[in-house]
């Protein structure tokens, strides 16, 4: 049976708050090391974990309660005075932070948390009792967390038998009868588990069917897949939904009304003019419903950063530097669905950036700079996008260097690697296999971290830029819709063929007539405005023939190129609800729409059809005119 039988809405509430409160501590501590002697600080701390133990009390995660209590009881010294803020001590509180994210891991999948690492509970404790420097010196480095399903049982000398008792006991929670001679780790844990046992049972009792480790039969959460379904909504969100919702069904009942008094032969001015302004005003009621409840999904990005500081912390201090890392535009709001599939990007970025970009601190006074290196994330709002940046102030990238290493590893030709420009050089970065590191290491040097990036951020339909200046810095730009639902987009028509393209990358719109087309290196280009530029026939990206001359030409702009897409005519603006297709996604199409007909569309993914044509991009000019050219 269930320990968490009737209380599995008090699970979800607890997981919900719990987490954020850790990720509210992980980013306090990393503002704690810098400014330790920041009282404030350290009273929130304190009572982040004092209201962790507390709701884990309430669910009898005892080893949850004696983790908290432990740290709990760390913090109230240093907020007394009895005991100094410094990085050895981080380590070790950090290491518990990391441990307790572990067991939340646990209570997600049903299962009560298992006892906390004993060489964390052993340094958490010589760290109250004044010794943790004398503990530190037998290790050799900070333990990393790993995750925990049952206490870990001591390892055999290499060649010997199993400790199969030990093994038992460690998955089984039952000691044996027999007296057995317990190596020091399971001696560790023993003494571990009297203190547990005394906190736990003096603060909230503990049942007879209580054991570490022990499973529940996994409920609702089981579904979700690791995802979080739940989403938090401003209530005057919510009230706005609901007085919208009540106007349209006011405006239903007026055109319902309406539609009965022409259906009985009233068609006079009046009820044709009562008609157009019900019609004009569901329109916008229903406009203003669907952004008000996009505002729903809408969720502040500042979430996603709260555990980026932790991660640059940590990684700066394995490799020797000192990294700040700063938040920008924390209350930038982006869809939910989204801000998971940002985690592991931003991850990727970060660590190429803390490893690969900055400098070490003597390396950086050596080049007249600060010892301590800044990485910023950034998140701003620019239009209906969202601009996500990874800056740092650390080396920069050279552009020759990445083409050579890209010809060591045989990812590009030397005629190919003649023609790149910098730009085109630095995105040799996302070529999948693609690395400079000269080791393979834990954190890079397999060449799949930028492939990875890119990859995800597609997937969301947005784009990456690199802007690098050698000695400067560099900064990864990302670039993504505000929302995956709903999609601005301009109809355009093939043939008899509507199709629809973004209309974030439209610029205008231009009639295209024969004399305006000229032929520059065996390429059609028109002049807009002094520019030459290219003109793409639709038809040619599809894969389509040519048949006839396209009589407007639709002015696009991405990060990498601006060209002229050559259609046939257009059909005016939509806001397209993406249906996306999962089991069949042919190249090239984002997803479909449903026009008000019932006609179904293709929103084309027009980044993924020009980088489809490489360099073969373009068509002569008698290949565009087509059947007009030859004629003349």
């Given amino acids: ?16 708050e719990a987490t954020d409160l850790l990720s509210g501590v992980d980013n306090k501590l990393v503002d704690l090391e810098k400014t330790p002697g920041d009282r404030g600080l350290l009273n929130e701390i304190f009572r982040g974990f004092h209201t962790i133990k507390g709701g884990a009390g309430f669910l009898n995660a005892h080893e949850l309660v004696a983790l908290c209590h432990l740290t709990e009881n760390l913090f109230d010294k240093l907020r007394n005075g009895e005991m100094n803020v410094t990085p050895v001590l981080m380590d070790v509180i950090l290491d518990a932070t990391a441990i307790v994210r572990d067991m939340f891991g646990a209570l997600e999948r049903g299962m009560q948390p298992s006892a906390a690492d004993a060489g964390v509970m052993s340094r958490l404790r010589s760290a109250l009792a004044g010794e943790l420097s004398a503990a530190k010196e037998s290790v050799a ?21 199993p400790d199969w008792v030990a093994l038992h006991q460690a998955v089984t929670g039952v000691v ?14 023993s003494a571990n588990d009297g203190e547990v046992a005394e906190v736990v049972n003096a603060a909230f009792g503990r049942r007879a069917a209580d054991r570490p480790g022990a499973s529940a039969p996994t409920g609702r959460r089981d579904a979700e897949k690791g995802r979080d379904n739940s989403i938090r909504v401003d209530t005057s969100r919510l009230d706005q939904v609901l007085n919208l919702s009540g106007e349209i069904g006011l405006t239903k009942n007026r055109l319902t009304s309406l539609r009965a008094d022409i259906l009985a032969g009233k068609s006079d001015s009046d009820t ?25 999904r809408m969720q502040p990005i500042g979430r996603l950063f709260q555990k980026y500081p932790r991660i640059a912390r940590d990684l700066a201090r394995n490799l020797g530097k000192d990294v700040e890392l700063a938040l920008v535009g924390e209350e ?16 990727h970025l970060i660590r190429n950036a803390v490893d690969h970009g900055v400098e070490t601190p ?6 007249g700079k600060s010892g301590k290196s800044v990485v910023r994330l950034e998140a701003r709002q620019e239009g209906d996008h969202i601009v996500i940046m990874v800056a740092d102030d650390g080396r920069g990238m050279n552009a020759e260097r990445l083409r050579a290493k890209a010809l060591e590893r045989g990812l590009i030709t030397d005629e190919e690697a003649n023609t790149l420009d910098e730009r085109a050089s630095l995105n040799l970065v996302f070529l999948p296999g693609f690395s400079t590191a000269a080791t393979v290491s834990d954190v890079s040097g397999r060449g799949v971290g930028m492939d990875v990036v890119k990859t995800n951020i597609q997937k969301l339909n947005g784009s990456i830029e690199i802007r690098s200046v050698q000695g400067k810095g560099t900064t990864f730009v990302i670039s993504l819709p505000l929302t995956l639902a709903i999609l601005p987009v301009l109809l355009v028509r093939l043939a008899e063929q509507h199709f629809a393209v973004p209309l ?17 290196g065996g390429r059609a280009t028109m002049v807009v405005r002094g520019e030459v530029m290219p003109v793409l026939p639709l038809a040619r990206l599809l894969g389509w023939p040519q048949k006839n001359h396209p009589q407007y030409g639709v002015l696009m702009q991405s990060a990498e190129s ?21 089991d069949f996604r042919p190249k090239g199409v984002a997803g479909v729409t449903t026009l008000s007909n019932g006609q179904i569309v293709l929103i084309l993914d027009m980044k993924e059809l020009l980088g489809s044509m490489g360099d073969t991009r373009g068509v002569s000019r008698s290949s565009l005119l087509g059947n007009v050219a030859r004629a003349a």
């Fill in 1 to 16: 049976m269930s320990d968490f039988q009737g209380m599995e809405d008090l699970l979800q509430d607890f997981l919900v």
């Fill in 504 to 520: 974030s990358m439209v610029r205008e719109i231009l009639p295209i007539q024969q004399e305006d087309i000229q032929e520059v």
């Fill in 362 to 367: 003597d390396e950086r006074m050596a080049q």
């Fill in 141 to 161: 480095a900070p333990a990393a967390p790993v995750a925990r399903a049952v206490p870990s049982a001591p390892a055999a000398p290499v060649g010997s038998e």
């Fill in 562 to 582: 601006s060209f002229i897409l050559a259609i046939d005519n257009f059909a005016g603006r939509e806001d397209a609800v993406i249906k996306s297709l999962d």
């Fill in 176 to 189: 044996p009868s027999a007296p057995q001679a317990v190596p020091e780790p399971a001696a560790a844990r």
């Fill in 272 to 296: 044709l003019h009562a008609l157009d302004a019900a019609v004009s005003q569901l329109d916008l009621l229903v406009s203003d419903l669907q952004n008000a409840v996009m505002k729903t």
């Fill in 332 to 347: 930038t709001e982006i869809d939910k669905t989204m801000i998971e599939d940002l985690s592991d990007p931003i991850i």
